[in-house]
């Protein structure tokens, strides 16, 4: 059983990306196509996306973490062994996050 978390890559223009730098500027919280608008090569908005989609992807590893962490309290409490498998998709969602 493999742990996998992913967002759908189709991206609808309307989208907003949550920070974007380019040159001297930075927008926040501005559609994709405003972004066009004002020039900024497509590269730099898909880099700009790719952030937001990786940002929210360690939040659903972490709450992920999160929500299985009483299996090593208990673990350390009271000595009952964390199942293999949960062992295995901590581990997959730890690797997965990447720092911001």
Partial sequence: MEYKMELETE????????RCIYEDF?????????LAEQGVPQDIIDASLAYDVQSELNIQHRAYL???DWYVVRLTETGVPVPADILLKRQEARDAITEE
Avoid: L
């Fill in 26 to 34: 930075t927008w926040e919280n501005v559609p994709i196509n405003y």
């Fill in 66 to 68: 999160t929500s299985t």
């Fill in 11 to 18: 991206i609808p223009m309307g989208i907003v990306v949550t």
